[in-house]
């Protein structure tokens, strides 16, 4: 009944900064680690980012480890990205995601799936 619904994505220039917001809609989805994860056409869905549901603990790949910020407000069900220094490297769709916990997170564990937002980072 849960689903992810998200936004921000678009195209942009080399340098330029996006944000990414996943709101849960249907239900909340209370003590639930949050994260994000990337996939390029031809290639194996890559995680890039991670958060426990307090907010503590974040976990970056290390392409994106000191350009993007992931953030949660459990409040509100909700994950953010925020995508800085953004590079050609980094267009994909991306994906936000909710598990049942920060340890472990992994494709696996997902419980509930965004459906997807396309970034473009090109001159």
């Known amino acids: 009944q849960v689903q992810l619904v998200e936004s921000g994505g678009g195209l942009v220039a080399p340098g330029a900064s996006l944000r990414l917001s996943c709101t849960a809609s249907?239900?909340?989805?209370?003590?639930?680690?949050m994260g994000w994860f990337r996939q390029v056409p031809g290639k194996e869905r890559e995680i890039v980012a991670a958060v426990a549901w307090h907010g503590a603990s974040p976990w970056y790949a290390d392409a994106v480890n000191g350009r993007f910020a992931i953030s949660v407000d459990s409040a509100q069900s909700a994950t953010y990205l925020q995508m800085n220094s953004l590079q050609p490297e980094d267009t994909a769709v991306y994906f936000c995601a909710a598990a049942p916990s920060f340890a472990n997170f992994q494709e696996r564990e997902i419980r509930y799936w965004g459906q997807g937002a396309q970034v473009t980072v090109s001159s």
């Open positions: 249907g239900g909340t989805l209370g003590r639930s680690a």
